[in-house]
């Protein structure tokens, strides 16, 4: 697949302008399984993102999310539509092909971290860039760099283990850096972190969107990437729906969707849930959760419209 030769990714990226599109997917779909119960995982999405945006998608457990992910990143073969990135056709590409696409035009960070144990912090960086024909010092002074730039220079020589679950996201945000690709995608990046290394990480994907004019598309349920997002999406049942009204669950602060939610009224309010788990902890100790987002609990119309959603129709 000569087409993906590194060169050719950094000039595109250089000379990428703001209106850019960098990635293009159009007619999305996946279904898992046939016969009698087929999975329509992904049901038809359509996705721009622009040089230098940072979209987050949201959505319902099963929703997709990972799915429309994975396909957009050549993970996962799409049944139908096609992704573009930096105007190359992955879905046309033959499956030799796609571990070389991925290695320069696709950066992934996972929620699981996925670091070689046996490798330290740099030697993982390292290798991705060996991988894509980057060798010897070359490599090694760019894997220090990338680590060092992330805050990380004083813990380039230890192992995963002896890492915090935040330092091991930033190895793998440094080791998704590496071939420069032209975006990241990054699958619940927070979600095994506790909250001080989850803000951390938020923060580093704001800086990298917002200094290295990078385009990231992350998928998670935390309400701070929403903060910092250019445009937040709903995918549910697969597609891409227009928010009418968000509320947040007062118990585990997660953005929920209010029409079909679960709900409990409580002193003159509609509080939202995003399971039972959650409404239930909430009947017993109310007083625990009211308050704690005043701004953002919904009820008595107080939902929050969340202006910065878009509907995928005004993408286009
Ligand atoms: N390999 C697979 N085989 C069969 N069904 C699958 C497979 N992968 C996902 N699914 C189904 O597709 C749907 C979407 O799954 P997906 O993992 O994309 O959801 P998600 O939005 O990422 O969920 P979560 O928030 O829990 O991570 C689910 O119903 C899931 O069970
Ligand atoms: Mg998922």
């Keep these: 697949m000569t087409q993906v030769a590194s060169a050719e990714v950094h000039d595109g990226r250089d000379e990428a302008k703001s209106d850019e599109i960098v990635l293009d997917a159009s007619g999305l779909a996946k ?4 016969g009698s119960s087929p999975v329509r995982a992904v049901d038809g999405v359509d996705l721009r993102v622009r040089h230098g945006e940072l979209l987050l998608i949201m959505g319902p457990s099963g929703s997709g999310k990972t799915s429309l992910l994975t396909m957009i990143g050549g993970l996962l073969r799409p049944t139908s539509g096609v992704v573009r990135i930096g105007g190359h ?6 499956e030799s092909e796609l571990p070389e ?3 320069h035009l696709v950066g992934f960070v996972f929620q699981t971290f996925n670091l070689l144990e046996s490798l330290s912090a740099l030697e993982n960086v390292e290798i991705a860039l060996n991988l894509a024909g980057v060798r010897g010092r070359q490599a090694r002074d760019k894997a220090r760099r990338l680590l060092t730039d992330l805050g990380l220079g004083t813990r380039l020589d230890f192992k995963p283990r002896s890492l915090s679950g935040g330092e091991k996201q930033r190895v793998s945000i440094a080791r998704a850096l590496a071939n420069d690709p032209q975006i990241l995608l990054a699958d619940e990046p927070t979600a095994n972190l506790d909250s001080k290394h989850g803000h951390d990480v938020v923060v580093l994907l704001r800086d ?4 290295q004019k990078r385009s990231v598309v992350i998928v998670s349920h935390d309400h701070r990437i929403r903060e910092v997002a250019d445009r937040v999406l709903w995918l549910e049942d697969g597609r891409i729906k227009d928010i009418g009204k968000l509320a947040r669950d007062p118990v585990c602060m997660m953005i929920v969707e209010e029409t079909g939610s679960l709900t409990y009224a409580y002193d003159g309010r509609t509080y939202h849930f995003c399971a039972q788990g959650c409404r239930r902890e909430f009947i017993h100790t109310p007083h625990m959760f009211v308050g704690r987002n005043s701004s953002e609990a919904s009820g008595k119309g107080a939902s929050a419209r969340l202006d910065e959603v878009e509907s995928q129709d005004s993408d286009d």
């Design 31 to 34: 279904v898992f399984g046939n």
């Design 89 to 94: 056709d992955i879905t046309s590409m033959k």
């Design 101 to 103: 696409m991925r290695r």
């Design 208 to 211: 990298i969107v917002r200094k």
